[in-house]
Each structure stands twice: as structure tokens, then as C-alpha cells.
């Protein structure tokens, strides 16, 4: 009992002072935050990754994880939200991550919950390749109603039908799943959860996108940023976390205020991006203000356009001053001015973008319209999109997306008017945020993400179509025919790092 | 030494221009778009009226054209050249992309045309930390336009917005008893290069209901009614830019008192 209090009142006060920084990618078993370790989080916390180091940064003092929902395995099947959302991985999880636990638990970690953790409950438990899309993709089940319900249970009439055309895992047929039995699995990457505040932030009161004034918080009355997960479907984190509670932690009982108030506390109070580079050093060194300290400190929901410009962290790195040259190596010196040339090229390289649905329809820019990145990645500091970011990049819908045969693939019919750029009948592995708007129009769009912590998180887009940052840029000059010189290409990878 | 030739060919349209100044011009047609790259939406859409054969530059609307779609491009002749895009410019101008006729899509290089470099200007709203400046009363009946492409609900962007965020400034500062929300369809058939067009009736609603509910999203609390007209006429308000039919698919909210 003594020992319990000693513990509880010496661990904030030693964390408050410490900085905590793990080395080496893999060091079990720091890296990895199982449900329940009682560990303190600290006020700044470093973990390095592939392309150097990334910080953590929570405001409001060291936090005492011990007992705290976000931490504590409330959940029937062992996990906690940490499973999902670990630091080492900006709050997400990698696919690197994932295949760790598999070979340091033999697939026993929660992680692996048949629920979702799996392809599929049916599937053999114990075998790996039954859960090949979250170790070898980075994928987690999502299971949503069919016909389509809202986060409060009221029916979604939708505009299209939908048949399953294929489904290797089994997740969308037989007796329990798939739209005959009322649901269907599609396969997407946890996002991460830190930097919140640029998430929730709005800077604009209409969806250009939908065209329409943004909707509200029904409880507070707070206009909703649209921002908060791949299709939109709920709105708030407090909604966002009582599905999850059900989805993904099979919890029994509801969560109760004081645990959403901590875990909201919590999430809102943390910062995560990449702090040091392999190639380059210090992000935040020669005027350059890369890391998280940024974040934390400026104000969110910006528009890069009319105010300070999207990536001006590393404007710094523009003109490099041969005295401050000398003091890095000849490496160092080419990463940083890499990586400036790299915002430039984000922000200037303009391409013609057709076909994407929330970017050449409904919303009135013209199929095709000439743009960057930027069009879209346009918040300050963040790279997300300040009004509500439903893009339909092609990701998960043919002709456009790759094949993934390990992925099931849906025929969507629209009932009404065809789509305006797939037409009536069109094939999708995932349709987004139809899933919660019903209409056809929808299918495809998911909603834009951060870029920060990105080194920390692979592989990416919704589905992990995109393996690494290579295979980002690869995807958009395969999808949009841009023409990115080999150096430019290298020059976003590296900014993308640095992120 | 393209450019020059291009446009000493175009000099004598350009003549013809100067006298048409200000005319109205109605027609559908496949958009072409130019690809011209002044930066980030510097692009150009032209289109050809099929009964005259002239080439405009219509890529001054507010809702561009899609070129899978047909256009129904309504405007009026401006003082502009075809300097930007290589065709006299239609000013204002709209252009309502027809869903449901297909074209073939056709890009022209930009043959030494420099389009329009983007810059934010007229219809615009400011970020939502902006504080509006409260509307002076005395407040009384009042009502605010919405403007729509053809048979479309879909509110604009940089157009409706800014309209609607008129409307909420000043309902927020008058605090009316109700609103009626109106939603107007122009039914009656009208032949447009050769095409037979009118709007659905039921857009009247689906405006009407699209701006009934982000005015309630708005301004929690506020009473609506909506309302719907088809056969919609023409009005003199200047948000529809002097352009008739644009006037005519329109939605007004009138505040009660």
C-alpha cells in the first residue's frame, strides 16, 4: 500500500523532469505501449524511426497513464485505445509495428482481435495469413450497417445499390456479414490522433464540398470541422470514441463522461511530428521550425493561401548562408536544400486534376482544374484540408486504384443520376464516404488526413495502397500524369520525412 | 510569332465584338478547355455557339464546366479581348454543366495563351475568426437572394456562400420572427440551340430545403418555412449580374417580422 502511494506520487515528479527518448527502432518494450503498462507519458517523449526521430509533445504536465481510459484495457478483448493509436507511430499504427507484435506475441497481442484485428472472424485465428491485411497492409476491419444508419441509428435511404464482387476474407458474405446480412467490411489504416486541435478546427462555416453550412455538434452547438475519420461517419471525438468503444474494444458498458472528458483531455492536449532528421539534423535548426513545438504553439484551422503558406517551417532552408553551409556535411547541407525545394514543389507544381469527386464535382472548380497539392493539403502547418476534406483521389475505386486482390470489391449501381465521373455502374474496394451520406456521388471520397509524423506511420493512404513515401508521390503522378522530374519526386519524399 | 498570328486572326471578330458589347448570349455546347498555365486555376474554358459558329471565352463563371458535360452558357459580350485564352471573354457569364449530355472531352494546348493568373477577388467570404461587422437597423422585412446553376441545388462556392453569409450577418443582428425560404424553378421550356430546356420542378424544393437547412445550421433556433414556385421569372437583382436566367433559379429568404 505504502510502496502503491510512494509510486503513484515519485512517478509524475520524476516524469515531469524527464524527456524520454528510445532508441533504437524495435527496443521492446518501450516502443510498444501495451493496455494496462502504467507507464507515465511524458511531457516530451522521442522515438526514432527510418528516417530519424520523431517527437511527442503533451501539454499540461506529465500524465500518469495508470487508470487512465485511454490506456487501460476497458475493453472485453484486452485492448485499449493506446493499441491502435501508439506514440511510436504519431498516434497510429504502422504496419511495422503490427508485424513486431505478431512476432513478439506469435499473434496473441489483442492487437490481433478476431473482431477486427483479423481479415475476418471466420478465418483460422492462429494462422498469420488470416490476418495479412493489418500486418502486411496496416489495415483494421471497419464493419458498417447496411442500408446505411447515421451515428445516432436514424436509416440512411441510399441512392445506390451495392453487390459484393469479390471477397477473399469472407467478411462480406455468408450468414453473419456482407450487405445481405445487414453490414459491410471494408479495410482501412487507424488514423493518428495528435494534433487534434487542427482537426477540429474550422476555418470556413460551409462544406464547399457538399455544399452546404456546416453542421453542429447536436450536444454543445459547436460547428463541426467534417475532419474526423476516413467517411466522416461521426463527427465528434466523443461520438468518434463510443464507436469505437463497441467496434474495436468491445466494451459492454458505455463509456462514461468522465472517461470520454479524460481521453478527450488528453488527445487534444498532444502534439506529434517528425523532430530529427537522419539525413538532415535538427528540423529545427537554422530558422528552419520543423517538429512539434510549432504545432503546439499556432493557432489552428489557417488557410496557407491567405495567410502563412503551407510548409513555411522549412523557408529557412531556401537560402542557406555559406557560413551556416559550412557547419554541415556535404549531406546534410544537399537533405536540407532538398527539402526546401520540396515545399516549393508542393505548394508551385501545378497539374491538372480531373475526375476526383469534392475536387471536380460537385464544387464548381472546373473538371479538369489546375492545382497543387496544396489545393487540397491547405491548412497552415498541418497539411489537411481546412474545410471538410472528402476527396475521391481514386484510391479505392477503379480504374484509378491499384489492384489489391487481398481487398473485397463492391459494384456500386446508382439508382438515380450517374455518377459524375465513374457513370452509373462503377467498382470500389472501398466507398468511403457514400457509407455514410448515401449517395452515389460520395463513392470513393475519403477524407483528407494530416501529414504530420508521417516517417512514423507507413504505409499509407486509407488503405495502404501507398507502401512508403515513394509510393505517395508515385501514386499521384500515376493518377494525375504530373511529370514530377526524378528530383522533384526525391524532393517531396524528403519534405514528406521531415513532416 | 504563334501568338501574333492567333491574334491578328482573331482581330476581326474583335471588331464585331466592340459593337455586340453588353448583348446577351445564350447557347449550349461541348466546353473546351485550354490548357494555359498561369499557376494554380489560371486554366480556360471555351465554348462555340453552334448557331453563330463564334468561339467565347466563358471562364469568368462562377461554376466552371466539366468536359464530359455539355454546358448551357449564359452572358453577356464584355470589353475583353481574347488576350487571355484566345477568344473574345464573356462577362459575366455563367456556365451550367447539362448532367445528362455526355461530350466528347477536348483539351487545346495553350498555343501561347496565358490564361488568368488566380487571384481572390469579388465574391468571397472571410475566415470564420473574421468578426462581421454587425448590419445597422432599423430591421425590417427583408429578403437575400441565392443563386443557382441550372436544375442544381448545390450551393456555389465563392458565390452562394458569400450570399448566404450576407443573410446570416444580418439575421443574426435583425432576429426576425421567421424566415420563409422560397425555392424558385424556371419550368417553362425554353429552346436553346435547338435543345428544348427547363428545370425540374422538384429543384424549386431542393434548393429551397438546401438553404432552409443550412440557414437552421447557422442560426440554431431560427423558424423556417419553406416555400417552393416553379415558372420562375426573371428579376433586376444585381447578385444575378444582370444575367436573366440566372436570376430566375434563385432562392429567397425573406425575413418576417
Redesign the interface.
Known amino acids: 500500500m505504502v510502496r502503491g502511494l510512494l509510486r503513484r506520487a515519485i512517478l509524475p515528479l520524476a516524469a515531469l523532469a524527464a524527456a524520454i527518448s528510445v532508441g533504437a527502432h524495435g527496443d521492446a518494450p518501450d516502443r510498444w505501449w501495451s493496455p494496462g503498462d502504467g507507464r507515465v507519458f511524458p511531457e516530451r517523449l522521442d522515438y526514432s524511426n527510418g528516417d530519424g526521430t520523431l517527437r511527442l509533445l503533451l501539454t499540461g504536465g506529465a500524465l500518469d497513464t495508470k487508470g487512465h481510459p485511454f490506456f487501460e484495457p476497458i475493453g472485453a478483448n484486452g485492448r485499449a485505445c493506446v493499441t491502435c493509436h501508439q506514440p511510436a507511430d504519431s498516434m497510429s499504427l504502422s504496419a511495422d509495428t503490427a508485424r513486431e507484435r505478431w512476432q513478439a506475441t506469435g499473434g496473441k497481442d489483442p492487437l490481433f482481435a478476431a473482431s477486427d484485428g483479423s481479415n475476418c472472424p471466420v478465418l483460422p485465428q492462429d494462422e498469420r495469413a488470416s490476418h495479412s491485411l493489418l500486418l502486411d497492409r496496416g489495415l483494421i476491419r471497419i464493419q458498417r450497417p447496411w442500408p446505411i444508419k447515421e451515428w445516432n441509428g436514424k436509416p440512411v435511404t441510399p441512392d445506390f445499390a451495392i453487390e459484393v464482387m469479390r471477397d477473399p476474407n469472407g467478411c462480406n458474405s455468408g450468414p453473419k456479414y456482407g450487405p445481405a446480412a445487414g453490414n459491410i467490411s471494408v479495410y482501412r489504416r487507424p488514423r493518428p490522433i495528435a494534433n487534434m486541435k487542427y482537426l477540429l478546427a474550422v476555418g470556413f462555416p460551409y462544406d464547399p464540398k457538399q455544399g452546404y453550412a456546416l453542421p453542429r455538434d447536436p450536444e454543445t452547438g459547436t460547428i463541426l470541422s467534417g475532419n474526423l475519420m476516413a467517411d466522416g461517419r461521426m463527427g465528434t471525438l466523443k461520438q468518434q470514441m463510443n464507436e469505437a468503444r463497441d467496434a474495436h474494444l468491445q466494451m459492454l458498458d458505455k463509456l462514461s463522461d468522465p472517461q470520454i472528458e479524460r481521453i478527450e483531455t488528453f488527445i487534444r492536449s498532444l502534439y506529434a511530428a517528425q523532430q530529427i532528421s537522419t539525413k538532415g539534423g535538427d528540423l529545427d535548426a537554422m530558422g528552419a521550425k520543423g517538429g512539434p513545438a510549432k504545432l503546439r504553439d499556432s493557432e489552428p484551422g489557417a488557410l496557407g493561401s491567405i495567410g502563412e503558406p503551407v510548409w513555411s517551417e522549412y523557408h529557412a532552408w531556401d537560402k542557406i548562408s555559406p557560413q551556416d553551409a559550412k557547419t554541415l556535411t556535404p549531406q546534410q547541407l544537399a537533405f536540407r536544400q532538398s527539402v526546401a525545394r520540396g515545399v516549393h514543389v508542393f505548394r508551385d507544381k501545378t497539374f491538372l486534376i480531373t475526375d476526383s469527386a469534392g475536387i471536380n464535382s460537385r464544387v464548381g472548380f472546373g473538371n479538369p482544374v489546375r492545382n497543387s497539392c496544396v489545393f487540397c493539403h491547405n491548412m497552415t502547418q498541418m497539411g489537411n484540408d481546412v474545410a471538410p476534406g472528402q476527396v475521391d483521389l481514386g484510391t479505392t475505386t477503379l480504374p484509378f486504384a491499384d489492384p489489391m486482390p487481398d481487398l473485397p470489391l463492391f459494384r456500386i449501381t446508382c439508382l438515380k443520376v450517374p455518377h459524375p465521373h465513374y457513370g452509373r455502374v462503377f467498382y470500389t474496394m472501398d466507398p468511403g464516404f457514400a457509407l455514410t451520406t448515401g449517395r452515389c456521388a460520395d463513392a470513393g471520397k475519403i477524407t483528407l488526413q494530416s501529414l504530420r509524423g508521417l516517417s512514423a506511420r507507413a504505409p499509407y493512404f486509407s488503405n495502404g495502397l501507398a507502401k512508403d513515401l515513394r509510393g505517395v508521390v508515385n501514386y499521384y503522378e500515376r493518377r494525375y500524369n504530373i511529370g514530377y522530374t526524378e528530383q522533384e519526386k526525391q524532393d517531396l519524399v524528403n519534405l514528406m520525412s521531415v513532416l | 510569332m504563334k501568338r501574333i498570328a492567333a491574334l491578328t486572326m482573331l482581330a476581326a471578330p474583335l471588331t464585331a465584338q466592340a459593337q455586340d458589347t453588353g448583348n446577351l448570349v445564350r447557347f449550349v455546347s461541348c466546353p473546351t478547355?485550354r490548357?494555359a498555365?498561369s499557376?494554380?486555376?489560371?486554366?480556360c474554358?471555351l465554348a462555340d455557339d453552334p448557331v453563330t459558329g463564334r468561339r467565347w471565352d466563358v471562364s469568368l463563371?462562377?461554376?466552371?464546366?466539366?468536359?464530359?458535360f455539355a454546358i448551357l452558357v449564359e452572358g453577356r459580350v464584355g470589353a475583353a479581348g481574347p488576350e487571355a485564352c484566345g477568344a473574345p471573354v464573356l462577362s459575366p457569364v455563367r456556365t451550367s454543366r447539362l448532367?445528362d449530355r455526355p461530350c466528347t472531352r477536348h483539351?487545346l494546348p495553350a498555343e501561347g495563351f496565358p490564361g488568368r493568373r488566380y487571384k481572390?477577388s469579388g465574391r468571397y467570404?472571410d475566415?470564420?475568426?473574421v468578426a462581421r461587422a454587425v448590419p445597422q437597423g432599423p430591421y425590417n422585412e427583408r429578403t437575400f437572394p441565392v443563386y443557382f446553376?441550372f436544375d442544381?441545388?448545390?450551393?456555389?462556392?465563392q458565390y452562394?456562400?458569400y450570399l448566404?453569409?450576407k443573410a446570416?450577418t444580418w439575421l443574426k443582428a435583425a432576429k426576425p420572427k421567421k424566415v420563409v425560404v422560397t425555392g424558385y424553378a424556371a419550368t417553362l421550356p425554353e429552346t436553346v440551340s435547338g435543345l428544348r430546356l427547363a428545370e425540374r420542378p422538384e429543384v424549386a424544393r431542393e434548393r429551397a430545403e438546401?438553404v432552409g437547412?443550412?440557414?437552421r445550421?447557422?442560426i440554431?433556433g431560427l423558424a423556417v418555412d419553406i416555400r417552393t414556385r416553379t415558372a420562375a421569372q426573371p428579376t433586376d437583382d444585381p447578385e444575378a449580374d444582370g444575367i436573366p436566367g440566372q436570376s430566375q433559379r434563385r432562392v429567397e429568404i425573406r425575413a418576417l417580422f
Open positions: 478547355y490548357d498555365d499557376g494554380r486555376k489560371s486554366g474554358w463563371s462562377p461554376y466552371k464546366p466539366d468536359w464530359n448532367l483539351m481572390l467570404i475566415p470564420i475568426s446553376e442544381n441545388d448545390f450551393l456555389i462556392y452562394d456562400d448566404l453569409d446570416d438546401m437547412e443550412s440557414l445550421r447557422l440554431p
